[in-house]
């Protein structure tokens, strides 16, 4: 059996990791964070959670279903709803589209929950992988290499004119997201708003109803060029996004008692692909949501298990 390195613990490095684990292959896991998740973060605040990274999940691929079957079964994830609303220069309407996914514990719950049992090594930033005979991470050998990021920061990691950093050309896009809450809800009920044709703001949702328990807390997602102006500051960037956020929604005209702004450097990708994940001959491999046609929960996942099975059969 092989030694893997996956780099990155959110849905995509989980999803990677599990396939190879499955197949008996021994899997480590180093990752940045304090705990697995990736853009699938939240914050709590008191006794609830705020989803302040990815909003929701879709469903269609067949195997990322049957995880969600299973997570609708244990109560770790509901359906919200399949409408939102369209925003454009003031003017609105109803936006129908497939069911969204929520969480009642937010979204990171689920990486966790699948990540149970792998080894996971919190806080322990990767400095450089290189090429050789084998791949090694750090120093150490190792039989393959999985960077499960951001192509910004996976393109970091390896030396140029490799495979990998020639193939990670995904500049990626900045964002941020603010959350933002009053003592009572007094805007129309809208699970989320997508917000066209607007220089600070792409998307707002409704996190009581996304939670299910009606608290009064809206998370806004910023434009990149209006994250871009605040990424040292991101603090800054708050006056402007609910300035913004009170010409899209009916919020209260009274200061809100929570405000916190969440700086993404790298967002989301800026460009499609069609290829599922990066391979090379070397042994280094590349997943996540900007491998596919679309970036999304689901499709960082799919990209993850495909590039798993991928290795499994390489491995073999």
Not at 155 to 179: F, K
Not at 234 to 240: F, L
Not at 242 to 267: C, I, K, M, N, Y
Not at 283 to 306: K, L, M, N, Q, T
Request: aromatic share 6%.
């Amino acid at each position: 059996m092989a030694d893997v390195v996956v780099v990155g613990a959110g849905v995509s490095g989980v999803a990677c990791a599990r396939e190879l684990e499955a197949a008996g292959h021994t899997v480590v896991l180093r990752d940045t964070g304090r705990r697995p998740g990736g853009r699938m973060a939240l914050r709590r605040y008191g006794d609830r959670v705020v989803d302040i990274g990815a909003s929701y999940f879709t469903v269609r691929d067949d195997a990322f279903a049957a995880v969600v079957d299973d997570w609708e079964r244990r109560g770790l994830a509901r359906p919200w709803t399949d409408t939102f609303t369209a925003w454009s220069d003031g003017e609105r309407e109803p936006k129908p589209g497939p069911v969204r996914w929520s969480a009642p514990h937010g979204l990171r719950s689920l990486v966790q929950d699948l990540a149970e049992g792998l080894d996971i090594r919190s806080a322990d930033p990767v400095e450089h992988v290189t090429v050789g005979e084998r791949p090694t991470v750090d120093g150490q050998q190792t039989d393959a290499v999985v960077l499960a990021m951001p192509d910004p920061q996976a393109r970091r990691l390896v030396a140029p004119g490799t495979a990998a950093h020639d193939a990670l050309d995904d500049p990626y896009e900045p964002a941020l997201a603010l959350t933002v809450g009053w003592e009572r809800r007094t805007w129309p009920e809208e699970d989320g708003v997508f917000v066209g044709d607007h220089p600070d703001l792409t998307w707002v949702a409704d996190d009581g109803l996304r939670r299910g328990d009606r608290a009064p807390v809206l998370v806004a997602h910023s434009t990149a060029e209006r994250a871009r102006r605040h990424l040292a500051d991101p603090a800054s960037a708050a006056d402007p996004m609910l300035a913004a956020l009170r010409e899209v929604v009916d919020v209260p005209g009274d200061e809100p008692s929570l405000v916190h702004v969440q700086r993404w450097t790298f967002a989301r990708p800026a460009q499609e692909r069609e290829a599922p994940f990066h391979l090379d001959d070397d042994g280094i491999g590349a997943c996540g949501d900007s491998w596919g046609p679309s970036s999304s929960v689901e499709a960082a996942f799919v990209s993850g298990r495909a590039l798993g099975r991928a290795l499994v059969e390489r491995l073999a």
